[in-house]
């Protein structure tokens, strides 16, 4: 431990003193201003770690003029996992407020890669410090996520990733490994081998392909026995899905499995009730909602692979608390786990 950590907390004084520099520069470094040179900037660095600097984030909302401004921009629709992050962030809102934090959501049209980037174009870092997306990885997204960071609005994914952007952050599950689960499970489920259909929402979706690239890379890998049909897009919707899957369940009457790696769920379970061969084939989809419990109740489903949105929306906020206050060093977000559902343990 540092001599200043044993007998009291490092202040911005401490680090100007070891760094040799002003109050002011380490303003500046602590809340990424311009007018510091990048040698400077490496002193100040070096000083908070070496006397162990952590920053109090609510004294800084304290010293703010006015509240911190979050926005979640969430797809609107049919999609009952994204109301339920809708929701989370309804819930949490109120509460925010006492710690100097107003949230805001807005519902966009589901996989509309202009509308999306019309909401981020409208976000200015006068009334938002920091947006929370939930974005298809198409170049108008990830164009205005760029533009969005340079005119200073700071900007975090949640759900899906965009990797290829100037995002600060991104919140959720491992979607890969998600991927790779629901393989393991199905080829456990059909040791025999037989036909195992994929139905997606949409593949513009990083979660979704980085799901099927696991789902793949297992079965490959494990259980090469089983015979892969699609991914085939239901776009998140219910009557889609529900097309699809009856269409799949009349050309492939020897069907063994299908994996939902998107939403629609309500769509699947309809169908497969319709069809009369709900519990003769296994079935893994997504997230914890009202249709998948239904479905887990009554046997159509076997699976749901969960990624707890209350948590999620916990740890955005966390995280935009922290990237918005420039608190410094590696901002570490705690892992969303992947929650594994059965008829035996819902909860």
């Known amino acids: 431990m540092n001599k200043i950590g044993v007998h009291r907390r490092a202040t911005v004084h401490d680090v100007a003193r070891a760094a040799g520099v002003s109050l002011a520069t380490v303003d500046r470094v602590l809340n990424n ?8 900037a490496e002193k100040v660095e070096a000083a908070i770690a ?9 004294a800084s909302l304290l010293a703010r003029a006015r509240n911190l401004a979050l926005t979640f921009v969430i797809p609107d629709g049919t999609n009952e996992f994204m109301a339920s992050l809708a929701g989370a962030v309804e819930r949490r809102a109120s509460q925010a407020l006492n710690d100097r934090m107003q949230i805001q959501t807005l519902r966009v049209q589901p996989l509309d890669a202009a509308a999306l980037a019309r909401s981020l174009d ?4 006068r009334n938002c410090d920091c947006a929370v997306i939930v974005a298809s990885e198409e170049a108008s997204v990830l164009a ?4 969005a960071t340079r005119r200073g609005v700071m900007v975090m994914t949640l759900v899906s990733d965009l990797p290829g952007s100037l995002r600060r952050q991104f919140i959720g599950i491992d979607n890969v490994a998600a991927g790779r689960t629901a393989a393991s499970l199905l080829g456990r489920f059909m040791p025999q081998g ?7 929402g949409s593949l513009h979706l ?6 099927l690239n696991g789902f793949r890379q297992a079965l490959e ?27 799949l369940l009349r050309m492939h009457p020897d069907l063994g499995g299908l994996y939902n790696l998107g939403a629609g769920n309500a769509g699947l379970v309809a169908a497969l009730e319709k069809s009369g061969r709900a519990r003769r084939i296994r079935v893994i989809a997504h997230e914890l909602t009202e249709p998948t419990r239904q479905g887990l109740e009554s046997g159509a489903i076997d699976v749901v692979l969960d990624q707890n949105p ?21 901002l570490v977000s705690n892992p969303i786990e992947i929650g594994i559902f059965l008829r035996d343990n819902l909860r």
């Open 122 to 125: 409208g976000l200015h870092p």
């Open 144 to 147: 205005a996520v760029d533009s």
């Open 33 to 40: 201003r311009p007018g510091v040179r990048s040698a400077t």
């Open 206 to 211: 990083r979660d979704h392909a980085d799901r």
């Open 221 to 247: 890998a494990e259980f090469p026995q089983l015979e892969l049909i699609g991914p085939i897009e239901g776009h998140d919707e219910r009557p889609q899905t529900e097309a699809i899957v009856a269409d």
């Open 194 to 200: 037989g036909k195992l259909a994929v139905i997606a």
């Open 50 to 58: 070496e006397i162990g600097f952590q920053r109090d984030l609510s």
């Open 310 to 330: 209350d948590g999620e929306i916990r740890e955005a906020i966390a995280a935009a608390r922290g990237l918005a206050l420039g608190a410094n060093g590696a």
